[in-house]
């Protein structure tokens, strides 16, 4: 399952341990296929974000094309991640590899906007990986 990662910011992220532990949740979910995860700055995840009907940034975003050549892409925001992270009171490695999941979730599949129950399931499913692999948090940045 290839992973392609391209970091467009400023923040340093380990972009090989991020792909291995992507791989691996990828794996485990039984998906095969292309992904593409950018790290981008904020006014290139407002700008994707107007797709959605939305305004301003946010932390991740997956669009799923389950095309042969090309399974999704994720675009993640780092600087606003550690906005969020702060907010939470988690550190910015947990919180950037938590978004980081959340968006091969929503790739393999799964969703949380219009079921609750379904929506139970992916974020288990989600704080599960991350616990899984949380020995590697102090390596992410």
């Known amino acids: 399952m290839p992973i392609e990662i391209f970091n467009e910011q400023e923040i340093d992220i380990n972009i090989d341990l991020i792909k291995s532990i992507l791989n691996e949740v990828l794996r485990r979910e039984e998906e095969n296929g292309?992904?593409?995860?950018?790290?981008?700055?904020e006014k290139e995840i407002t700008r994707l974000n107007a797709y959605r009907n939305s305004n301003?940034?946010?932390?991740?975003?997956?669009?799923?094309?389950?095309?042969?050549?090309?399974?999704?892409?994720?675009?993640?925001?780092?600087?606003?991640?550690?906005?969020?992270?702060?907010?939470?009171?988690?550190?910015f490695n947990e919180e950037i590899l938590r978004v980081c999941i959340h968006g091969i979730l929503h790739i393999c599949?799964?969703?949380?906007?219009?079921?609750?129950?379904k929506a139970k399931a992916m974020f288990e499913r989600q704080e599960g990986?991350?616990?899984?692999?949380?020995?590697?948090?102090?390596?992410?940045?």
Do not use: M, R
């Not at 292309?34 to 700055?41: K, S, Y």
């Not at 946010?58 to 702060?86: H, M, R, W």
């Not at 599949?109 to 129950?117: A, C, L, R, V």
């Open 109 to 117: 599949g799964y969703d949380h906007e219009n079921d609750k129950i």
């Open 129 to 141: 990986y991350l616990s899984d692999f949380s020995e590697s948090l102090d390596k992410i940045s």
């Open 56 to 91: 301003g940034p946010t932390d991740v975003l997956s669009f799923n094309y389950d095309l042969p050549q090309l399974k999704g892409e994720i675009y993640v925001c780092p600087s606003y991640v550690k906005e969020n992270a702060n907010e939470f009171k988690v550190s």
């Open 34 to 41: 292309n992904i593409v995860l950018a790290f981008v700055d």
